[in-house]
T-cell receptor, first 115, second 112 residues
Framework: DQQVKQNSPSLSVQEGRISILNCDYT??????FLWYKKYPAEGPTFLIS?????DKNEDGRFTVFLNKSAKHLSLHIVPSQPGDSAVYFC??????????????FGKGTKLSVKP | DTGVSQNPRHKITKRGQNVTFRCDPI?????LYWYRQTLGQGPEFLTY????????KSRLLSDRFSAERPKGSFSTLEIQRTEQGDSAMYLC??????????FGPGTRLTVL
């Protein structure tokens, strides 16, 4: 039973265009969401996060949107660059008793940005 | 470099052997987490420390697995009597609060 779902295993985008990566979750108790980027043979690198009390957070070329009613979040990268090619993981932080912040991850979406 | 470090980066062992991995978190971080990642999956939570106290363990952490953080600084993860199903990337992360976790490069374990 996956609580965080990234339904697109891969995405290909032209350099300079927008990349939109999607994530759905099932647990309404999640209160904090994060996006990580991962290159092969490296650990995940934190990109951007959003609290459940917000619907948008922006950091440079990266914007995360949260739609709580739909239990959906998305990461927008504008403009996309070849160096953005990596696997992107969506993660959620539970806020129920006994949990101290362990993250629940989706399976990832592999983004390829073509020059 | 003041990021999270993990050693070794790669470990190949034979089934039935014991292995131990080390994680050095970012120095001012009081929380330390262990995750496991297999091919095609996202990282899966194993256990969590706040300072030296182990506060949470996943059901994935069988009795062959043990983790310690003796002085609230570095941590070790030991797997006893390794099985082929233990082959994975073992990731360590640290944080100051319960939100943003920063990951190390991981230790890739291969059990033959």
């Amino acid at each position: 039973d996956q609580q965080v779902k990234q339904n697109s295993p891969s995405l290909s985008v032209q350099e300079g265009r927008i990349s939109i990566l999607n994530c759905d979750y099932t647990n309404s108790m999640f209160d904090y969401f994060l996006w990580y980027k991962k290159y092969p043979a490296e650990g995940p690198t934190f990109l951007i996060s959003i609290s459940s009390i917000k619907d948008k957070n922006e950091d440079g070329r990266f914007t995360v949107f949260l739609n709580k009613s739909a239990k959906h979040l998305s990461l927008h990268i504008v403009p996309s660059q070849p160096g953005d090619s990596a696997v992107y993981f969506c993660a959620a932080s539970p806020n129920y008793g006994g949990s101290q912040g362990n993250l629940i991850f989706g399976k990832g979406t592999k983004l390829s940005v073509k020059p | 470099d003041t990021g999270v470090s993990q050693n070794p980066r790669h470990k190949i062992t034979k089934r039935g052997q014991n292995v131990t991995f080390r994680c050095d978190p970012i120095s001012e971080h009081n929380r330390l987490y262990w995750y496991r990642q297999t091919l095609g999956q996202g990282p899966e939570f194993l256990t969590y420390f706040q300072n030296e106290a182990q506060l949470e363990k996943s059901r994935l952490l069988s009795d062959r697995f043990s983790a310690e953080r003796p002085k609230g600084s570095f941590s070790t993860l030991e797997i006893q009597r390794t099985e082929q199903g233990d082959s994975a990337m073992y990731l360590c992360a640290s944080s100051w609060d319960s939100t943003t976790q920063y990951f190390g490069p991981g230790t890739r374990l291969t059990v033959l």
